[in-house]
């Protein structure tokens, strides 16, 4: 197979980008991908351990002179989210990701590229394999499942790690240093309802697509569109005088990814084809209005299907619309402390269908635990309402800033003097390991920072090849300034 991004500088951080984007690494399936880092490590005559969970951490000895220096921990996460345009065929089970080198970019052909947190494995390979680097004492923790519910860090047993400071590689925005992050949690809503007789003769699915979508947590705040909202919508204007029955209701791929598709199947009276035809054309306008900057490509499709025997019961397609329209999705709070910071926000993931039971899946981000309760308390109190049952899964803590951090003024120092102008300390809402990490390996200095990244959890995600190359070579110097105690630190 040919290298795609041979040529490419750093050579390595790029060769290793390259060599994982062939192979398979969704969230749950990183089998091949721990083992491949796991044979890394040992290759390179390295202590490499792979724990329970799967996680791998590969430790480098100092080199001379570094020995009494502070032990940095490298950390990044192996999985990716997998999301594709909705008419492309591919497995990513099975087939590499294709990569495409596009100007300054490295982008695909219609799936996400997985440079979260790919790019961060790459870089971290590099330092491990690089004889020239000077560094201190460095332990490298590949992470698993950081996309579902942060299950690598969770099952990482503490006394496995050990350091004084740990530099997180899951930033998306160069320039910027990470210090704190929202703490989050899952929230699943279950729904079951019955079947009853169809009585109607036509039939469609409706489906809503031509959406963006984009990360839960980096994206909330850019007003656009999720699909699940939509379809809570059409469901109250097909209600609104027009006689019709559900069989279908589903949409969303990941819980993290903003919803960009939805799928309605309906029965409706054959001889009012054109009246429903109106209708969508109608709520097709009203959306492509309101989300005429950041979703311009909306679309209804209609397509007629056989119509079915049995479709659902009326008070369970009530159940569902005030479960889409009045779960909250978006900004729920933002930061007192931070201007332009999120605090608080949910986004509607995934409805899934299976008979006539329903599962709506949320991301819940706060940076606040009691308005990250106060959220989900809400979400248990429609489940109620409506007979739903309402289950919390994959809480992850918030990363507070730390005030007595070293590797901070020293980072900052490093950035002035290389590129001429200072590096912004920041604060994120997505959700980052480093909450968990500070829990199992104690209060050390943390810091996040990364390459340029566009669009990530959605197929339009692309990565910076100049960003990526000097974050890296930013990286390799700030490792090189971390020397012994009795050395100056900044």
């Not at 494995?121 to 394999?129: E, I, K, P, T, Y």
């Amino acid at each position: 197979m040919s290298e795609v991004l041979a040529g490419l500088e750093p050579q390595f951080v790029f060769k290793y980008f390259e060599a994982i984007t062939r192979i398979p690494r969704e969230s749950g399936n990183e089998g091949e991908i721990t083992a491949f880092l796991e044979n890394f490590g040992k290759s390179l005559g390295l202590e490499t351990v792979r724990d329970a969970v799967n996680n791998i951490i590969i430790k480098k000895p100092a080199t001379k002179g570094y020995e009494a220096a502070p032990t940095v921990i490298l950390q990044g996460h192996v999985d990716m989210v997998c999301v594709k345009l909705d008419d492309l065929e591919f497995n990513f089970t099975k087939q590499p990701i294709p990569i495409v080198v596009d100007g300054d970019f490295i982008r695909t052909e219609g799936t996400t590229l997985g440079a979260d947190n790919g790019i961060a494995v790459a870089m971290m390979m590099a330092v491990l394999s690089d004889k020239t680097l000077a560094h201190p004492p460095i332990v490298a923790l590949f992470t698993t499942a950081e996309e579902t519910g942060m299950d690598g860090v969770i099952g990482l047993e503490p006394g496995e790690v050990d350091g004084d400071i740990l530099i997180n590689l899951d930033s998306e925005e160069e320039g910027k240093l990470l210090t704190s992050c929202a703490g989050g949690a899952n929230s699943v809503t279950i729904y079951r309802g019955g079947w009853e007789e169809n009585t109607f003769t036509g039939a469609c699915t409706i489906d809503i697509v031509g959406l963006l979508g984009g990360h839960s947590g980096a994206e909330i705040h850019k007003n656009r569109a999720n699909a699940l909202k939509l379809l809570g919508r059409l469901i109250t204007r097909l209600k609104n005088g027009f006689p019709f029955g559900v069989f279908e209701v589903y949409g969303g791929e990941k819980m993290n990814a903003i919803a960009k598709r939805a799928r309605l199947g309906i029965v409706f009276p054959k001889e009012s084809l054109t009246d429903l035809e109106d209708i969508v054309r109608e709520v097709e306008g009203t959306f492509k209005n309101e989300f005429s900057v950041s979703d311009p490509n909306i679309a209804l499709q209609m397509k007629a299907v056989e119509a079915p025997k049995q479709i659902l019961m009326y008070e369970d397609v009530e159940a569902l619309e005030c479960l889409l329209r009045l779960t909250h999705f978006g900004v729920y709070s933002m930061s007192a402390d931070v201007e332009g910071l999120v605090e608080s926000s949910n986004n509607l993931g995934v409805l899934e269908q299976v008979g006539t039971q329903f599962t709506l899946t949320n991301a819940v981000r706060s940076s606040v635990a009691s308005l990250k309760d106060a959220m989900i308390e809400e979400m248990t109190l429609l489940a109620e309402k409506i007979g739903a049952t309402h289950m919390r899964a994959g809480d992850y803590p918030a990363w507070p800033f730390k005030q007595d951090s070293e590797i901070r003024p020293l980072m900052q120092a490093v950035y002035l003097d290389m590129f001429g102008t200072e590096v912004k300390v920041d604060a994120i809402h997505a959700g980052l390991e480093c909450g968990f990490l500070k829990e199992k390996i104690g209060d050390i200095d943390m810091i996040s920072m990364g390459p340029e990244m566009h669009d990530v959890h959605t197929p339009y995600e692309r990565l910076s090849i100049s960003s990526t190359a000097r974050v890296y070579g930013y990286l390799c110097r700030v490792l090189s300034e971390i020397k012994p105690s009795d050395a100056s630190m900044a």
